[in-house]
């Protein structure tokens, strides 16, 4: 319809003024206005629209009967070859604008992203150590306490009991925040994917309510990968998929092999993440959880990148979440 609307409004302003009013020189100044609007409108699939409008413009005198090769008629065919270029030079310049502020936005959020690894460095290399000295202490004091005391009373050893998971809980973050910061580069090795997978979901410990589904394909390539860094970071979104099925339900783990990489599939039927956060979830810091300071994601981005691949990321509110990491077949140097 719009394509309709522009040609019609060529035609119209170049009949009204030409042959209507006999004011060919007012036309001039009105018949580059629907190649404009194509450009504006289309932006790049504006290109075809203005040549053809322009085009149109060009030979529409002919079908009327005018002398195409008078003088006025030549001024006004090469005004109309002139905004067509106009047009053109218009829509790859917007192209290349928009290109620019993806790119400058892109780098502002990478910025960010570094900033805050930093912050998170020196934070922990400060306080990190130092907290799980005390952390030891009180634990280790609670579990003397609890095998000394002779009349094990109820409340007390509740109260133990809660003493020794919130300082797991604490070491946990401080385990976090150290494997953040200590991301080390890859040490390469051929390995069967199907393989570390198996291996990681062994040595998980699944509550009860959650039904684990394998669909491995046995026909995938060995890659070359650091098969410690992706365990750790499989074992990440798994535990992230737990958490989002505090109610019970199923993760399907499947691999597969297409657009020459591998793509191991990691679909939960928990909560889902809704689409005002599912852009920032990778983001060091970011969490919406009670527990954890939101580092988890962003050691699995920071892993997958490092192996030269991409983590990608579907989710409905109420259906489930699935994560793609895709690691390529072939290794290339990562800077």
């Known amino acids: ?14 009949y009204f003024f030409i042959v209507v009013l006999k ?14 609007l194509a450009c504006v409108w289309w932006e790049k699939k504006g290109l075809v629209v203005p040549v053809i409008l322009a085009i149109l413009v060009i030979f529409f005198p002919i079908f ?62 400060s306080i990190g150590h130092e907290l799980r000295n005390p952390l030891s202490a009180i634990s280790g004091s609670a579990y003397y306490l609890s095998m000394k005391i002779k ?29 953040y910061t200590r991301v080390k580069l890859p040490s390469f090795e051929e390995v069967d994917m199907n393989s570390i ?12 309510n959650i039904v684990l589904e394998r669909h491995l394909n046995a026909n995938l ?12 970071a499989f074992q990440n979104i798994v535990f992230n998929a737990i958490q989002a099925m505090s109610e019970g339900g ?12 591998i793509k191991i599939f990691f679909k939960d039927t928990g909560v889902g993440i809704p689409k005002e956060t599912l852009q920032k979830i990778f983001e060091p810091l970011f969490t919406t959880k009670k527990l954890g300071i939101g580092l988890g994601l962003s050691i699995v981005k920071e892993i997958i990148e490092k192996h030269g691949g991409k983590i990608e990321v579907v989710s409905e509110i109420n259906r489930g979440t699935t994560f793609i990491v895709k690691l390529p077949l072939i290794r290339e140097k990562v800077v």
């Open 197 to 208: 997978i198996i291996d990681m979901l062994d040595n998980f410990k699944f509550p009860e």
């Open 221 to 232: 390539p060995r890659i070359q990968i650091d098969p410690n860094l992706i365990q750790q």
């Open 64 to 125: 009327i009967g005018l002398n195409i090769m008078s003088v006025e008629n030549i001024d006004n065919f090469s005004r109309a070859s002139i905004f067509m270029v106009v047009g053109i030079i218009v829509v790859i310049l917007s192209e290349h604008i928009s290109r620019a502020e993806l790119n400058l936005k892109q780098a502002q959020e990478e910025l960010i992203r570094t900033e805050k690894l930093a912050a998170v460095g020196k934070l922990t290399g």
């Open 1 to 14: 319809m719009v394509i309709i609307f522009l040609l019609f409004l060529s035609f119209f302003l170049e």
């Open 151 to 179: 009349d094990k009373d109820e409340k007390v050893m509740r109260h133990l009991n809660l003493l020794q998971r919130e300082v797991q809980k604490s070491n946990n973050i401080i385990s976090e925040l150290l494997d």
């Open 250 to 261: 199923a993760l399907k783990i499947s691999t597969s092999i297409g657009e020459d990489m």
């Open 23 to 36: 004011l060919s020189i007012v036309f001039t100044h009105f018949f580059y206005i629907p190649i404009i």
